[in-house]
């Protein structure tokens, strides 16, 4: 079945650095990923969605300057947490969807935690 | 703006029941709609999927029923198991150009006890 890993599962980082996630699909190429972030208790939030080639488009109040998205090629997506806060600590995952459409496919998360 | 809402929150059971998550939403216009299981900080496996088209999808012990026109699904779990114990989440995708973006509910936890 189609995989979709990410990496790292968890990182710990200071406050004001930037950390970068990544989102491959392993057996098939994504023409679109989602990122989601999820705070405890909550539900999943989508972020963004990023379009292979192209610019990410935001949901309203995430800032793009903080989180910077890159869909550089069929099977890799990343998410930059620029200049992090306490705040930004959170549990990030992504999700793929194939060229030839079909259901989504999750990784499994990244957990933040910034100090 | 579509909300996804689950009862109950948190649900504990005996290994043997039979049970139902319920999840509602508030725009009708859906693509599908997905059931995912979620252990504890790890991602999403979808168990179900339900198109607006359909009443119910199943898959082993797991049935999933859609009634589009009040807003509501159902995940019926029968003979539960201590391995079933995980956060349920349902989820909607909307229609139209929209149809890849998830509105999630918070989850059931649920808890089977041996």
């Known amino acids: 079945g189609a995989v979709v890993s990410q990496h790292p599962s968890w990182v710990i980082c200071k406050s004001g650095t930037s950390v970068k996630i990544e989102c491959r699909s392993l057996?098939?190429?994504?023409?679109?990923m989602f990122w989601y972030r999820q705070f405890p208790k909550q539900s999943l939030m989508l972020m963004a969605t990023?379009?292979?080639?192209?610019?990410?488009?935001?949901e309203q109040g995430v800032e793009k300057d903080k989180f910077l998205i890159n869909h550089a090629s069929l099977t890799l997506s990343t998410l930059t947490v620029t200049s992090a806060h306490p705040e930004d600590s959170s549990f990030y995952i992504c999700?793929?969807?194939?060229?030839?459409?079909?259901?989504?496919?999750f990784g499994n998360g990244t957990r933040l935690t910034v100090t | 703006k579509q909300e996804v809402t689950q009862i109950p929150a948190a649900l504990s059971v005996p290994e043997g029941e039979n049970l139902v998550l319920n999840c509602s939403f508030t725009?009708?216009?859906?693509?599908?709609l997905q059931w995912f299981r979620q252990d504890p900080g790890k991602g999403l496996t979808s168990l179900l999927l339900?198109?607006?088209?359909?009443r119910e999808q199943t898959s082993g012990r797991l049935n999933a029923s859609l009634d589009k026109s009040s807003g509501r699904s159902t995940l019926y779990i029968a003979a539960s198991q201590p391995g079933d114990s995980a956060t349920y989440l349902c989820?909607?995708?909307?229609?139209?150009?929209?149809?890849?973006?998830?509105?999630f509910g918070k989850g059931t936890l649920l808890t089977v006890n041996p």
């Open positions: 990023s379009n292979e080639g192209s610019k990410a488009t935001y």
């Open positions: 339900i198109q607006s088209s359909q």
């Open positions: 725009d009708s216009a859906i693509y599908n």
């Open positions: 989820a909607v995708a909307g229609s139209g150009g929209s149809n890849y973006k998830l509105t």
């Open positions: 999700s793929a969807r194939g060229v030839t459409g079909g259901p989504l496919h």
């Open positions: 057996d098939f190429q994504a023409t679109t």
